[in-house]
């Protein structure tokens, strides 16, 4: 891990000066999964976080393109989780309760996948629009009657959907606003197509609790921001918008929905200043806290490898669990390949028969961790552990035992 701070330029938000401070080296596109039969070579690029020293937004120093990431074969679907399918619903129905309650409410969705939030707007009658260019997942949403655009929203396909659609009261997005290193194009168009008293609402994981729980694997190539309340607000306030809304939520590890709108449109809630002083306190801009989490990460490099080492000669059988984009970052940081983790289930069909970006460790069906259950199992999609662990309680039952390693390495 590298602490040394190195003077970087070009923060994409602001343009002021990027502090690096931390490096986990050559690194794979986190959801390009390899054909065992593939010759072509694979795309690496370093993965290296730095801190803005003028704005503190806290972003990669390369940017992987887009094209790469994000195609017609993007293999993530929304709604492999049953918890995750819940909580879309759960917003979906505050949404109709609130911004959308007006008869003829229009509500955008950037990033709407396979139409997990989409689904209950749609079948409420509510005028909606999602625009995502993974067609793959975007024909799943279609097919259920969702209106999607398969493109990439940027100020253009925002200003086309003005001119054909008029004015969103909502633009909604989850998980996707932090994947998109150009914003200023992309809050251009938000303001070009939010009407005057609407609302620009996105969910992203946190820099607070991936700080706090050492979760360094939220860092892979399609996470090019780590956001915090105080970053959010100064980029809101750069591109002509207030955040009037910050709320913590438990989703995918700890993650915030911020709600932006036009400056005085709304009247900022008191959150939002009770979560800047608590990030003031904690130091959450500065470099010491950043220092503090390189040298957590070592320890779990440290720790992980050795107990993995240690099952291996006691001739134990450990298999993955969730081919996670996330596990892209644990896998090739900590050199885990198949000598250590024999395979990796995953539910998505599209990853099945595949190899894992980087450390090509193979992708099974969730049929094949119970033939035969395997001694432990590491759990890559932790985020999920509560649903996966109840799904799965078999395996523990018959004596088998979970690893995970945020916040530390552990077994249960
Ligand atoms: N919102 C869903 C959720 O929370 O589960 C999907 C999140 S997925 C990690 C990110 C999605 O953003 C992908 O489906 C990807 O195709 C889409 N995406 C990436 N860049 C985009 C852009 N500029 N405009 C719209 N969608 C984009
Ligand atoms: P995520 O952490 O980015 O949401 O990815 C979760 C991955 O884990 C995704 O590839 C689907 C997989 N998964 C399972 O295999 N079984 C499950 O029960 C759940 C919830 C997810
Ligand atoms: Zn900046």
Known sequence: MDSDSKIQYGCRICGGRLREWCDFGRQPVSQSFRDPGATDSEFFFRLAVGLCLSCTMVQHVEEVPRSLMFHENYPYRSSGSEFMRRHFEEVARHFLKTELADPGSFAVEIGCNDGIMLRTISEAGVRHLGVDPSRRAVEVAQASGIRVRPEFFEEETAKAIRAAEGPADLIYSANTISHIPYLDSLFRGVSALLSANGVCVFEDRYLGDILGNASFDQIYDEHFYLFSVRSVQAMAVRFGLELVGAERMTVHGGSIRYTLARPGARAPRP???????????????????????????????????????????????????????????????????????????????GKHGLLTPGMHLPVRPPEAFASPYPDYALLFAWNHAEEIMAKERVFQEQGGKWILYVPKVHVV
Do not use: H, M, W
């Open 271 to 349: 959150e939002v200043a009770e979560l800047l002083e608590q990030e003031r306190e904690q130091g959450l801009d500065g470099t010491e806290q950043l220092q503090r989490f390189s040298a957590r990460i070592e320890e779990i490099r440290v720790d992980l490898i050795r107990l993995l080492g240690e099952l291996r000669a006691d001739g134990k059988r450990v298999v993955g669990y969730g081919a996670t984009a996330k596990s892209a970052t644990l896998t090739n940081y900590c050199g885990i390949g198949t000598g250590l983790v024999e395979f990796v289930c995953d539910s998505t069909p």
